[in-house]
């Protein structure tokens, strides 16, 4: 008896779907994480969920006086009183003249500090993976910002959202005078 070899054809449309289906793979193979992501100045940012607290209606702001312009004062939300900070401004994205009111407020709580960051319309969850995180290092040298306040770049899609690090943006002195009042 002759044993029939069979030959099998692969076209290279299955060629390129299992290629795909690999990177798809080695993409997931990363720690999974969720994101808020909101706008300031048009552009998309993004804070882990673990470091929010919760997103609420922006309450009635006190003004403290001899505060940087991006402190806007403090608020009372469920009983806390705390400093409230337009992220937009403290990141030097927005003129001031095309500024629109911040309408929620993302309460940032940690052991040292209680914080509520200004958004301008409702934040929106993403589940991406540690791998869809480009490192911010080469980016961030053309910025005045302190390159340890972004963690990175997160690719979803033709999406590029800034993921920030808020405890950095805390660490800076001047700011954590006000907040921990």
Do not use: H, W
Request: hydrophobic share 40%; aromatic share 4%; charged share 30%.
């Amino acid at each position: 008896m002759e044993e029939k070899k069979e030959v099998q054809e692969v076209t290279l449309e299955e060629i390129k779907k299992e290629v795909s289906n690999a990177q798809e793979t080695a993409a997931k193979s990363g720690t999974r994480i969720q994101l808020i992501v909101f706008k300031l100045a048009g552009e998309e940012y993004a804070l882990p969920i673990d470091d929010i607290k919760e997103v609420v209606l922006t309450p009635g702001i006190a003004k403290i006086p001899q505060t940087p312009a991006y402190i806007k004062g403090v608020a009372n939300i469920r009983g806390n009183i705390i400093a409230i900070m337009d992220m937009e401004e403290r990141l030097n994205l927005v003129n001031k003249k095309n500024k629109a009111p911040g309408s929620y407020t993302l309460v940032i709580a940690s052991e040292q500090f209680k914080v509520g960051i200004l958004v301008t319309e409702v934040p929106n969850t993403l589940r991406t993976y540690s791998t869809e995180i480009d490192k911010a290092d080469n980016i961030m040298q053309f910025s005045e910002l302190d390159k340890e306040c972004i963690k990175g770049v997160v690719k979803d899609g033709e999406r590029l959202i800034m993921l920030l690090d808020i405890f950095k943006i805390m660490e800076i002195e001047e700011l954590n005078k006000i907040v921990n009042i």
